[in-house]
C-alpha cells in the first residue's frame, strides 16, 4: 500500500513524558482515525521501545496441532440394534429395575446398594 504525500513541516516541537524535541514531520494523508504516526525514528528521540516482538518465524521447526474439530462430523445413522421384538423383550426384563431405580432416595450415599 502507499499513500499519497502531501508535504513536510519543518522544526516542530515535539514533549513527550519530559522529553523535549524538535522534529521535521512529514504530512500525508493516512485516512484513518489516527491524528498522528509515529516513525521509528522518532520513537527512538522520545525513549519510546517496542520491547519482545518476533521478528522472524521460522515455520518449519514450529510444531503444529490438529484442529480439534472434526469438520466432518459422523452423522447418526439412527438404527437401532436387533428386532422390534427382541427390543421389546429387553425392555420388559428390565423394567422392574428401572423403576426401582426411579425410587432411590437420591439422599443416601450408597446409592448402589439401594438400586
Given at each position: 500500500n502507499s499513500v499519497d504525500r502531501i508535504g513536510f513541516?519543518?522544526?516542530?516541537?515535539?514533549?513527550?513524558?519530559?522529553?523535549s524535541l524538535h522534529h521535521n514531520f512529514e504530512i500525508f494523508d493516512i485516512q484513518s482515525k489516527a491524528d498522528i504516526c509515529i516513525g521509528l525514528d522518532l520513537m527512538f528521540k522520545l525513549n519510546i521501545t517496542i520491547n519482545g516482538l518476533?521478528?522472524?518465524?521460522?515455520?518449519?521447526?514450529?510444531?503444529?496441532?490438529?484442529d480439534p474439530i472434526n469438520p466432518k462430523p459422523n452423522?447418526?445413522?439412527c438404527k437401532y440394534y436387533g428386532t422390534e421384538s427382541v427390543r421389546a423383550q429387553f425392555l420388559k426384563n428390565i423394567e422392574k429395575d428401572l423403576i426401582d431405580n426411579t425410587n432411590v432416595d437420591p439422599t443416601v450415599e450408597d446409592t448402589f446398594r439401594h438400586s
Open positions: 513541516i519543518n522544526n516542530v516541537k515535539v514533549f513527550y513524558n519530559n522529553i518476533v521478528t522472524h518465524w521460522d515455520d518449519a521447526t514450529l510444531p503444529t496441532i490438529e452423522a447418526p445413522s
